[in-house]
């Protein structure tokens, strides 16, 4: 498995209601990217900074019950893709018994930052879904592989950057998604 370490929270859209969390491998460049709510951005933006909430937040509170009943987070695992929403499981002890818990990924990770516990994922994993730098400061995604939320935002980042190449070829593939999904009523959305 390999560490990720938290390397952004982005807002994808310009109301500010829907961000990505940056995860990248600790000793490395590729990174993932997950979608996430106010509320989720929130919860791991405060873990991030330390922030103390006058009252406990909900991440807080599952931290502060698993210390009160002698139960030990040790890492949390992401495990899986599944229509474009990453699934996690958090890793749990108490003596010699574990237990794996599922759980949204944006949770498992504020639960993570404020446990201080690693963030792991699988190699082939990682190497599926990755975003990483190139040598010439140029990003690589697995586009086919992204919701379109995503892919706004990369190709947002992308024209910011002026990588406008790489911002070309994410607006093809928004465009033929569209083309593709008109009238079919198929229209999901992939956040935590």
């Known amino acids: 498995m390999v560490e990720l370490v938290v390397a952004d929270i982005l807002s994808k859209v310009s109301n500010n209601r829907a961000y990505v969390l ?5 000793d490395g460049l590729r990174r993932i990217i997950v979608a996430l709510g106010v509320n989720e951005a929130q919860a791991i ?10 009252r406990p937040m909900t991440h807080d509170l599952f931290g502060a019950l698993s210390s009160a009943f002698g ?6 695992h992401i495990n899986k893709i599944n229509d474009g929403t990453f ?4 890793c749990y002890r108490r003596g010699e018994e574990r237990r794996f818990i599922d759980s949204r990924t944006s949770d ?16 082939e994993l990682l190497n599926r879904m990755c975003i990483h730098d190139e040598k010439n ?5 697995p586009i086919t ?3 379109e939320d995503t892919l706004r935002a990369a190709m947002e980042a992308a024209v910011k950057k002026e990588n406008y190449e ?10 033929s998604r569209h083309c593709a999904g008109e009238g079919s009523g198929n229209e999901t959305e992939n956040r935590e």
């Open 87 to 90: 699934h996690s499981v958090l």
């Open 71 to 76: 139960i030990e987070l040790e890492y949390v």
């Open 45 to 54: 933006a405060f873990a991030m900074r330390s922030d103390v909430a006058p």
């Open 137 to 141: 400061g140029s990003i690589s995604i």
């Open 22 to 26: 940056v995860l990248q491998e600790r």
């Open 145 to 147: 592989a992204a919701d």
């Open 108 to 123: 498992a990770v504020a639960i993570a930052l404020r446990a201080k516990v690693p963030v792991y994922i699988d190699d």
């Open 166 to 175: 790489l911002a070309m070829k994410l607006k093809e593939e928004l465009d």
